[in-house]
């Protein structure tokens, strides 16, 4: 009771005390004293120390991590070294606050808006992040494509776009996309006798599926809507309704019920073929079970869908767009892009809705950005009248599957212990560790140069569990294994350390 008292009031006067208590030490990985300072550094660099904070003072540190407070004198000023932090004589260690300047230029945010959570982002991007001067970052955080799979012949066709059509190449589109290119994705997205005359009407083209996500919440949601979403879910959604002041419920998908006494949610967001995170596949009874759902109360359904033409054994079940006309009254907006099939920089996305909402989108399109960049599109029309998306998605295919089928054997081998949901396509493997946070996992996981995306960031409200998700789709054998290696290492780590305070 008095230990935790004290820890209450220490916390009251050194703010950031409790983000020191995954710190764990690891032999062999060089002095403490720069342990620490790379840890202080992924602190900053990941802005859960932002601009302008006080770090704790050495003594309250040196006293919680059991150490010499010449050993936190030192790793402080290896941070200043680095440029990260300053010290203000008499009032302590500061990280280094925003140019003055550029922080009067931001005005305060609308007061519906939300801190997005913790930023995760450039380490999600960066997986050559110099964490450490020896020791390259692997990432299994980001849902990033293999560079293997960048498709064929880019190049040829690249050349033969510019050099046979320059002005088209890099000319206006209309705001929805060009013509031939929405009728490609509508037939693609539903080939043979099914597609209507209307159909082109109904795909807008977009800058990658983030925007087509973006159109669909700007025209949906004001301030305090309630949207309906999976538990878990993907976190560039979540911060997306977030970011646009809504109330963000989730449900799990065997009780489809909508919750009582609530505002009636706007739409329901789900993602239901091998889905991020957890690598989830709805059945055909399942996705029958959602459209009725959706027909029962006139909810719209966002489905999106950036994984489903990456199977393993056997193609997915229909998706939400293609099974909605056998059930009468269910809406249906499906989300596409080629960011994992083709690659992420094309920027391609699509939306494909009923009317009256696609000509909305399309208007709301005009205003974000006019249209999506006309070379990507030409581009991904070539791939898409010449066959040659079916022969690369052949070629991937097989590529995701031994990826996958790698990161499991290497989890198998060094860390038996982190239980995996073995996923039939797509990019992840969700995984628990019994009896482990996976946020703090994450903080010891980055000072042994690995991380991954943990858990509390693809749920509405849970500040912890023991979740983790794993892509195994950017990297060779070899860096998997060395990841997972290192991952196992950080666990046992974190382990002894838990052992140790509590001895
Ligand atoms: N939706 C989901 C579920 C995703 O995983 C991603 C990318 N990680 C996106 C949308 C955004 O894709 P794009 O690159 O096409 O904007």
Redesign the pocket.
């Known amino acids: 009771m008095l230990f935790l008292h004290q820890e209450i009031l220490s916390n009251m006067i050194e703010p950031h005390l409790q983000l020191f208590h995954p710190f764990g030490i690891s032999k062999g990985n060089g002095p403490v004293y720069k342990q620490l300072a790379l840890f202080i550094e992924g602190l900053i660099l990941s802005h859960i120390l932002p601009p302008g904070e006080r770090l704790p003072s050495e003594r309250a540190l040196a006293a919680l991590l059991g150490l010499s407070r010449t050993t936190v004198t030192a790793a402080y000023e290896e941070v200043i070294a680095m440029g990260l932090t300053v010290t203000h004589v008499g009032k302590g260690t500061f990280v280094e606050p925003l140019q003055q300047d550029v922080t009067n230029l931001v005005p305060p945010p609308p007061p519906w808006a939300q801190p997005p959570p913790v930023l995760l982002d450039h380490l999600l991007t960066a997986s050559t992040f110099p964490l450490s001067h020896e020791q390259r970052l692997i990432s299994f955080a980001a849902?990033m494509p293999a560079p293997e799979a960048l498709p064929e012949a880019l190049d040829e066709i690249i050349h033969h776009i510019v050099t046979s059509d320059p002005a088209g190449a890099f000319g206006v589109t209309p705001a929805a996309g060009l013509p031939e290119l929405r009728k490609q994705l509508a037939l693609w997205m539903m080939p043979s006798t099914l597609i209507r005359a209307e159909t082109r009407e109904e795909v807008v083209v977009t800058t990658?599926?983030?925007?087509a996500?973006d159109l669909v919440a700007r025209f949906f949601l004001h301030p305090g809507d309630t949207v309906l979403v999976e538990r878990p879910t993907?976190l560039?959604?979540l911060q997306l309704f977030k970011a646009y002041g809504a109330h963000v419920l989730d449900s799990d998908l065997v009780h489809l019920v909508l919750p009582p006494q609530q505002q009636k949610p706007r739409f329901f967001y789900v993602?239901p073929t091998w889905q991020?995170p957890s690598g989830r596949c709805l059945n055909y009874e399942e996705r029958l079970a959602l459209l009725r759902f959706s027909a029962r109360y006139a909810l719209p359904l966002v489905e999106?869908d950036?994984y489903g033409p990456i199977w393993f054994d056997a193609p997915p079940p229909p998706s939400l767009w293609k099974l909605a006309s056998s059930v009468p009254g269910a809406i249906v907006i499906s989300l596409g892009?080629v960011?994992k099939i083709l690659a992420?920089g094309l920027r391609l996305?699509w939306l494909r809705s009923p009317q009256p909402y696609a000509t909305a989108f399309a208007q709301l399109k005009q205003t974000a950005d006019l249209h999506t960049n006309t070379l990507a599109q030409w581009i991904v029309l070539e791939y898409l009248t010449t066959q040659r998306l079916e022969h690369h998605l052949t070629r991937i295919r097989p590529l995701y599957r031994e990826r996958c089928q790698a990161m499991l054997k290497a989890i198998e081998r060094y860390l038996p212990t982190l239980s995996c949901q073995v996923p039939g396509g797509g990019f992840y493997l969700w995984c628990t560790l019994k009896g482990i946070k996976s946020l703090d996992l994450y903080f010891v996981a980055l000072q042994h140069g690995v991380t991954f995306l943990p858990g509390p960031s693809c749920y509405v409200d849970e500040k912890e569990n023991e979740w983790l998700r794993l892509s195994f789709a950017a990297h060779a054998r070899e860096d998997t294994e060395e990841g997972i290696r290192r991952l196992a290492r950080a666990v046992a780590n974190l382990q002894a350390e838990k052992a140790r305070k509590q001895a």
């Open positions: 849902g990658g599926a983030q925007q996500l993907a560039g959604a993602l991020n999106d950036p892009t960011s992420t996305g």
